[in-house]
């Protein structure tokens, strides 16, 4: 196959499904408190048994207000069946979800990684469909979206989401993961770390495709709240440091992790252990 994201249904010939693998959802967030009651009571906590067993959820909590973990309230621990961990990264670095990620992704401990914006998420009979599936090693999976919206314009946007991906760690770690470099606290810039993300994909001979039958879901307009504010300005400056990154007028980062951070919640199935 030519280079490029095929927009096309990519089967998926692994040895192996997810529910037999295990995997783990990572989220980066900001605060962003709404987004997460939503995703924890509408989603997380209406899954079925066998996706929660085999099925673990790491926050990257990216240093924002209010942090995350203190909204484990006493009556959530109560009626905790899932496994999530959060990681809080200890240093307000403007723009970070690339190191977010990052960290999200390196404390992952199964094969397979499936990442998300704080916007975003599968419902249980999409995780159901994922968590069948057999994904290769070599290949990196995105996935279309049904937005969730009052804009017509907007809900006919289904264009795969660029961030919201499941993939081998061993294809993440062999590429130095989501270049910190594009961290608005070096840059002076936002986004476009996950398109960089994408070309060294292709660049070190991974495939990227599309899976048509499986749905994302992605919140819009004001309904989860604290959207991150950017000018044309911060995505211009990013935008040429991609460029500049891609025509090797700049060099690839390959240091992640560039703060410190410390795990500050941690719950197993039936074992809550808050830390």
Same mark, same amino acid.
């Given at each position: 196959m ?5 927009i ?7 040895? %192996? ?6 995997? &783990? ?7 962003e408190?709404?987004?997460? @009651?939503t ?5 997380w906590?209406?899954?079925?048994? @066998? ?11 990216d240093?924002? &207000? ?17 496994n999530?961990?959060?990681?809080r990264i200890?240093k307000d ?17 199964? +094969?397979?990684?499936?990442?998300m914006?704080?916007?975003c &998420?599968?419902?249980? +009979?999409?995780?159901?469909k ?5 994904? @290769?090693?070599?290949?990196v ?10 804009d017509s314009k907007w809900k006919?946007? &289904?264009?795969?989401l ?5 993939? %081998?760690?061993?294809?993440f ?15 002076g810039?936002?986004?476009? !770390?996950?398109? %960089?993300?994408?070309?060294?994909i292709l ?7 599309v ?10 307009d004001d309904l989860?709240?604290?959207r991150v504010?950017r ?27 560039? !703060? ?7 719950n197993r199935?039936?074992n809550?252990?808050?830390?």
């Amino acid at each position: 196959m030519g280079k490029g994201i095929h927009i096309s249904y990519q089967p998926g010939h692994g040895k %192996h499904t997810l529910y037999e693998k295990g995997l &783990t959802l990572v989220h980066p967030f900001y605060g962003e408190a709404k987004r997460f @009651e939503t995703l924890y009571n509408n989603h997380w906590m209406q899954y079925r048994s @066998e996706i929660k067993d085999k099925l673990k959820i790491v926050i990257a909590d990216d240093c924002g &207000t209010p942090a995350i973990h203190i909204l484990m309230s006493p009556s959530k621990l109560k009626r905790l069946d899932i496994n999530l961990s959060i990681y809080r990264i200890l240093k307000d670095l403007k723009y970070n979800t690339p190191g977010a990620l990052n960290l999200g992704i390196m404390v992952a401990d199964t +094969e397979h990684v499936l990442i998300m914006d704080s916007d975003c &998420t599968f419902s249980d +009979e999409e995780m159901h469909k994922i968590m069948s599936f057999k994904p @290769e090693r070599n290949w990196v999976y995105k996935f279309r979206r049904n937005r969730i919206t009052n804009d017509s314009k907007w809900k006919m946007n &289904t264009r795969y989401l660029p961030c919201t991906m499941l993939f %081998h760690k061993d294809m993440f770690l062999h590429i130095n993961g989501f270049d910190e470099d594009f961290t608005g606290e070096y840059s002076g810039g936002y986004a476009f !770390f996950d398109n %960089h993300f994408d070309f060294k994909i292709l660049k070190y001979n991974y495939h990227i495709g599309v899976i048509h039958d499986i749905t994302a879901t992605e919140y819009m307009d004001d309904l989860v709240g604290n959207r991150v504010f950017r000018t044309l300005g911060h995505e211009n400056i990013n935008r040429q440091l991609r460029y500049d990154k891609q025509e090797n007028r700049k060099p690839e980062s390959t240091h992640m992790l560039r !703060f410190s951070w410390e795990r500050t919640f941690c719950n197993r199935r039936s074992n809550v252990t808050p830390v």
